[in-house]
């Protein structure tokens, strides 16, 4: 017997409807742990239904009653966050440690969202006119759409749920099928933090349940976040059905290495930020770009911290470094390596035949490096998304430069130097949405927004922060005057300020 992950709607779990499920794993086991159910049209229009109906309460609830259930919210996330680590790691693979620090990260959006009072501030202009008032007011969008990734099945909607619901929104999250469990579990915190039966629904399935929120007339706004073709399908079909859409897609992050760089610290950031969740992420190290005359020893370090990294089951303390999230997915990933071999780049670590600590039917992949890796080659052009380093030979700072420019993606980048002016030259220059000075994944704090450049992010606003408010929520500017007397009769100029 397996558990069954049903749909959350209007408060409650509901069982699917539609005849159609998923297979979660446990990656470390490569066991089925349990079976997800996959929406269906009717489930789609039931949970849309549900979030319009919460949508008055939701709305006219006061700035105060809002902002106390999210002020609940992060109580109960930090009182629960080990509990929701141990559901991540058994679904997604990636080590307790790592999980924790994805809700921490999740934790602050929601933090950043108990300051809707201040963040929904209109203005306010006396007499802009005589005797003529002008203000404006940040409204709701209405029913807001969140759908994320597997690899942050807590932290991306974190990113979205916590802003949306601030604004006065109600959301339906379709959450990845391959790890649901924590988006269960998020609706269950908010639900006993107060939250109005509706305002929040989880949505499980694929592209049926994708297809069906991008084409309700009651859904509004989508945000979005995956691999960049889904991305752009997302964008062009959510825009092309009337809906505000912010679409955040895959990434292929170079962190430049120049000779003037701490070699050991430059070594030690590769390490961390290429393999760090078995490299699914989307802010991951994928190409180290070593500036010459640095590129042997530089590798020769990076090297030497692979061998020493624990690969095991994310459940036991020890392991630094969990499996893929699905067979398919360490298939697909393990074919670059093959890929890589037979295009002719140096395979300095070979993470094929790892011994992992952990269930012999488990995803296991270890890290892997790759050493002058050419910009033809797959394993630069695609996104591995997996446990995959790549290091690139650069003649000089114009020439990394150069190489990342030519990458369609934008996501992140980072530049290790100890001098100060090639550093403020690269973070002007480079056509990428999100840098790092000597920091090796520069994810932005919750203030702040995230969002990639070029191929890694469809929409004009980032997720979270002040960009996310601005997302969620649509201006009303008013012009207001209270009649006397002195104003009467008819003009039919065009009005003028007196
Ligand atoms: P994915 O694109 O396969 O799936 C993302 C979501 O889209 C899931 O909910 C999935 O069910 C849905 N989906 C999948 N195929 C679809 C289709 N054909 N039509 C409609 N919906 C579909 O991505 P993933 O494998 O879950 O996550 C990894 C990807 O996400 C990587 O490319 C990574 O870089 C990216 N990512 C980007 C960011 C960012 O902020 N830019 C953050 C995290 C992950």
């Known amino acids: 017997m397996t558990d069954r992950i049903s749909h959350w709607i209007d408060g409650k779990p509901v069982p699917g409807t539609a005849g159609r499920t998923g297979d979660v794993f446990d990656p470390a086991t490569g066991q089925v742990r349990a079976q997800v159910d996959f929406a269906g049209d009717a489930e789609v229009a039931r949970a849309v239904a549900a979030a319009s109906a919460a949508l008055p309460g939701w709305r006219g609830t006061s700035l105060a009653g809002r902002t106390r259930v999210l002020f609940k919210v992060r109580e109960l996330l930090q009182a629960r966050k080990d509990e929701l680590a141990k559901i991540i790691t058994s679904e997604h693979g990636k080590v307790e440690s790592d999980a924790a620090g994805e809700i921490a990260r999740g934790i602050e959006n929601v933090e950043y969202a108990c300051g809707a009072a201040q963040m929904l501030k209109g203005g306010f202009s006396e007499n802009a006119s005589t005797n003529v008032d002008v203000y404006s007011m940040a409204q709701p969008l209405g029913v807001v759409g969140v759908i994320s990734p597997f690899n942050f099945p807590a932290m991306v909607p974190l990113w979205f749920v916590p802003n949306a619901l601030a604004c006065g929104n109600t959301v339906v999250l379709k959450p990845s099928e391959k790890d649901p469990s924590a988006a269960v579990f998020l609706a269950e915190v908010f639900a006993e933090a107060g939250l109005p039966d509706g305002a929040f629904n989880v949505l499980h399935g694929d592209k049926v349940a994708v297809d069906g929120l991008l084409e309700h007339p009651d859904v509004k706004a989508i945000s979005f976040v995956g691999s960049t073709p889904i991305a752009r399908y997302v964008y062009e079909t959510g825009t092309r059905n009337g809906k505000r859409v912010q679409a955040l897609g ?20 590769a390490v961390s930020a290429g393999f760090g969740s078995a490299g699914e992420r989307c802010m991951a190290v994928s190409v180290v770009v070593a500036v010459d005359p640095i590129g042997d020893e530089l590798v020769a370090k990076i090297a030497e911290r692979m061998h020493g990294l624990r690969v095991g089951d994310g459940r036991d303390p020890a392991s630094e470094m969990g499996p893929l999230v699905t067979r398919a997915h360490h298939e697909r990933v393990s074919s670059y390596v093959d890929a890589g071999v037979a295009e002719g780049a140096e395979l300095v670590v070979d993470g094929r035949n790892v011994q992992a600590a952990g269930g012999e039917g488990g995803f296991w992949l270890g890290p892997t490096l790759f050493d002058r890796v050419r910009p033809d080659m797959s394993v630069y052009t695609d996104e591995i998304f997996g446990p995959v380093l790549s290091v690139a030979r650069s003649a ?103």
């Not at 292929?252 to 003037?260: F, S």
């Open 250 to 269: 895959g990434a292929k992050n170079h962190m430049v290495v120049l000779a003037d760089a701490d070699l050991d610290q430059a070594a030690d950031a």
């Open 396 to 498: 000089g700072f114009d020439d990394a430069l150069a190489l990342i420019a030519a990458n369609p993606y934008g996501n992140g980048t980072a530049i290790f130097t100890g001098d100060g002016r090639a550093a403020r030259r690269f973070q002007s220059e480079v056509e990428v949405g999100m840098v790092g000075v000597n920091v090796p994944i520069p994810v932005p704090v919750g203030y702040y927004s995230f969002g990639g450049w070029k191929d890694s992010l469809f929409g004009d606003s980032h997720a979270y922060g002040p960009e996310g408010f601005h997302f969620f929520t649509r201006t009303k500017v008013v012009t207001s005057r209270w009649p006397d007397t002195s104003h009467t009769g008819i003009n039919l100029g065009f009005p003028k300020n007196s």
